[in-house]
Structure formats: structure tokens, C-alpha cells
């Protein structure tokens, strides 16, 4: 069996009724799985977390896109999150016995009946991106909802799909193929938020660091010490364990100490065999010797 | 699904025909499935490795145990390896959704049929032991398939099911449910094999280490180095990354390298979790935020 996983944001997180019914339109679907969902108040936004066959997510993925059009109305929406679409963002993770470019062709799939069938229009970014304008989701992001309208109809930013007018009520979404993403962060024991932030300058691409890593430094006020948050956004090119070490090092420079770490939400078993491979420096390892690895093997060719 | 491995030993490593149609016996049987099987012609002696439902592997290690029984004579083999039945030992290890009780009712129905239905003596060892004296294996199987009919009539062995005598050609057998084993080797460079004794002796459970570790040294001639050879009896309980850190700690102590570990065989995913959860410093994680580990649970449910 193939297996992909999709993240979609749902511009909605205050109604509860609301998020439940787009979720719900994801549990009627055979052969897809909602491992998770949650609102976010101040953001008014919700992230739902689902798995399952590739033709099958794409349709439960249409059915939710429709079902937030019919009762998501941007012109009254407010929320601390930039958005541009009811549905903003549909996020494809190859998840197992299925490539990058087969799972592209999903997304394809996915953008063309959202354009032809709701008529609204479709913008592909990450590895779906039809240009390398449009890798960068905040790049298609900007000028979000309200600043869409005028946006659609400049040189470069006619859709891939669907019409060049924004949709009244539900905007336009933005669909793409890309990498599991890793939230990792990790705590210091010190008040001082600059050492986090000189930190996550050392590690992050954009400062100069690992290619793949976003972060930021943040003070975790009720525990009294600060944090790396970081984004792991090719965890199989920069890794855990070589983004952790960095941070160890840098945080012996300053005198401050590791007091522990998190990885938010699910990881995949490559990262957790990554990890131990480096450890213990262990030779000739990887996930097929891991015995939950064979019995997934083993049901899904049952 | 509940799920169990077994890696029953058979007294046949030079006859491929023979262990062949051993191994046919379990794949014959539904919700059974052999994972690897090996043979050593030194030791005379062949190893299989099956997963599956439990009462399913019960049905699946009698029929290997019936087939064994007509293809080896125990009167005409020798080999390096300790052996005292044709089916020299049938471990049992619990993998998903049942625990050490319920395992070993399976052990003990397992023993009952190969007594009653073979008139082959069983010994429980391990968890399914009937006495302290029981649960070291090699207890149970000193004085070999020659000694052990002087054996069997002794007081404190009599067998835990069966009759009171040997079987003629397949000996007697033990069965016994136990923690899945973890074979960890870590090399040294060094050629100084008595290098990796020391810390072998500091590691393991018989000379004051580990509670769950067995280790000794070996000269791996052919690559010019030492390792320090490791079984985990218990990886939950002694883990990996202690032994590791313990051994390098000790490298360290006489100058001497880790230039590298294996892993020999499948490995839990636990062990994959507790070794990144040690070395990230993870706060609050287990198997059950691995993806995997829930497309698992979601096919098992199926």
C-alpha cells in the first residue's frame, strides 16, 4: 500500500461546529485515517493531520476544500495567522512506497478539481511550484486575502489553476508536495532569550547555517528558561542530531546548559534511525531492521 | 492484532533439505510469517525467526517440531554448539498488544502438545520457568542430549511436562517466554583484545555490571581491530545507549577508539526511541509519536 500524509490549515478556529463538520468529511473516505486536529483561537485557524492511500486523501482532501468554502467566510474572518484562503494550505508528504514526483502528480489532481469544480484558484509551491517564485509559501502568501484581489492580476502571479479572480468568500489555496516536517525545540537553562537567538542564527539557513533548518529564539516566561524553536523542514539532509550537537556547543560557549528538548507531534521512523545510527555510531543501519518496519511490511500486503 | 516472535533452534546446519522443510511447516500456517532463517554448519545448527498471531505461531513451532523430530537423529549429529533436542530451544517473545502472562499460556499450551501428542520431555526456562533453578537455559541443557537421559531421572529434573524418559531420536526440548534479545558488538581500534575484556567485565552482569548484559571480547583478525561482543537480555531494562556511553567512557579510559557498533538482527522500535529520547534529551516521547507505530495500529484495525 501507498501511503501519503496531508497537514491542510483550515481558516477557522473559534467555531468548533465548523472544524468538526471539515473534519468529518475526511472520516466518510475509505482508506484514509485522521490521526489529529486542533483549533487555534488566537490564530482562528486549524490544522488537521491525516494518512491514508493517495487517491483516496486527495478525495477526502476535495470534500473538506468544499465543505470550508460552504461555511467559511474570509470577509469576516479575523486571526493573528496570515491567511488567503478558507482552506490555505495543502501540505502532500510522501509517506511510504511513493515518491516525490508520483506524489506530485496527486496534487495535480487535487489543484485541478479544486479550480475546475469550486472554481477557486490553485497555487502550487514547495516541490509542486511551477516556478522558484513559488517555492516559498509566504512568498504566494503575502498580501494575504485581502491584498489578493489586486495581487492576481500582476505579471507572475496568475494562478496554476482555475480562474484569475480571487474566490469571494473562500480566496485562493495553495497546494504542494514537500518533506516531513520536524518541530524540534530545545530548552536552555538560562532567562537570557538573546543566547537562544544568537544560537538559532548559527543554526538556521538564513543567518548561514544547516539548509533545512528554520529557528528562532523564545522565552518560555512560566518555566523561567528560553528556547530553539526549531523547524525541521528536510530532516533526511539536516539532521536532528547534527542540529542538536551544534546547539550543545554553542550553548557550552555561553556557559548555558541543554536542560531537555521536544519533538512536537509525530515523527518518522527514519529520524528516530538517523539518530540512533549516529549515536551509537552504528554501522550498516536503517529502518528495515526495525521489527515494527517488517510488520507494517507484512500487513499491507495482506 | 496481537503479535509474538519466535526463533526456535533445530540441531540440523549442514542438510539445507532438511531445514528447508522444517521452515516450510510454518509458512503453511495462516497469520505466520517467517522473517529470516539461517544455518551453521560449524554448529550444526539452523535458526528461524517467525512472526504472527499467537496461537497461530503455536500451531506454527508444533508442526516445526513434529518435522523436526522425523528428520534429525540426535544419535547422529554432532556439532560445536550445546544441544540436548532436534528442536534444541523454542523462545517466545511478546511484540504488540500482549503482555508476558498472556505469552506464556501459549508457551505452556505450545509444551503441552509436543509432550502429549510427541512424548518429547519439555523444560520451561526464562519467564515460563517452573523453578528458579529452570530459568538459566544452560542450566537446563548441561550434560547435552548424551547425558541427559542419566539427567532426566535425577531429582529437581524431572521435566515440567511429558514423560520421564528421552525421546530416543529428538531428545528433549525447552520453552520458554523471554525479552527480545539485542545483539550489540562495539569496535575498538585496538588489537589488544584483552582491551576489550576489561571493559567487557565492566559492562556485563556476571563480573558486577549490568543487570541485563552479557559481553566478552574478540579479535576480529581480519580487520586488525577488538570488539566488545554484547547480548541485551533486556534492553528496556539495560539500555543501549548506558552500555554504549559506559563503553566508550572505558575506551576512553585506555586511550582506545570506538570506531564503530552493528546491530545483528531486527531491533524494536522502543529501543530506537529510548536511544534518541537519551541523546536529544527528549522530554516526554515514546514509540507511539512514530508515525509508523500508528499506520500500524491503523492496519491492524482493519
Known sequence: ????????????????????????????????????????????????????????????????????MELIDLRNHSGEHPRMGATDVIPLIPLRNIDYAECDQYAKQLGERIASELSIPVYFYEKSASSVDRMDLSKIRKGEFEGFSAKIV??????????????????????????????????????????????????????????????????????????????????????????????????QRYGVPVVGSEIVGLTPLQALANTTEYFLRLDDFDTSRVIEYKLLDILEKE
Chains 1, 2 share one sequence.
Open 1 to 68: 500500500m501507498k501511503w501519503v500524509e496531508s497537514v491542510p490549515n483550515f481558516s477557522e478556529g473559534r467555531r468548533k461546529e465548523v472544524v468538526e463538520a471539515i473534519v468529518q468529511m475526511a472520516r466518510e473516505v475509505e482508506k484514509v485515517w485522521v490521526l489529529d486536529w486542533s483549533m487555534d483561537h488566537d490564530h482562528n485557524r486549524s490544522v488537521v493531520t491525516l494518512v491514508g492511500e493517495p487517491g483516496q486523501v486527495v478525495e477526502a482532501l476535495f470534500r473538506m476544500v468544499r465543505k470550508a
Open 154 to 251: 500582476k505579471p507572475g502571479w496568475k494562478p496554476d489553476f482555475g480562474p484569475s479572480a480571487v474566490h469571494p468568500s473562500a480566496g485562493v489555496v495553495a497546494v504542494g508536495v514537500r518533506e516531513f516536517l520536524i518541530a524540534f525545540n530545545i530548552n536552555l537553562g538560562t532567562q537570557n532569550v538573546e543566547i537562544a537567538n544568537k544560537i538559532s542564527r548559527v543554526i538556521r539557513n538564513r543567518s548561514g547555517g544547516f539548509r533545512y533548518v528554520k529557528a528562532m529564539g523564545i522565552a518560555l516566561k512560566e518555566k523561567g528558561i528560553v528556547q530553539v524553536s526549531i523547524n525541521m523542514t528536510n530532516f533526511k539532509k539536516s539532521s536532528l542530531h547534527h542540529v542538536f550537537e551544534m546547539v550543545q556547543l554553542e550553548a
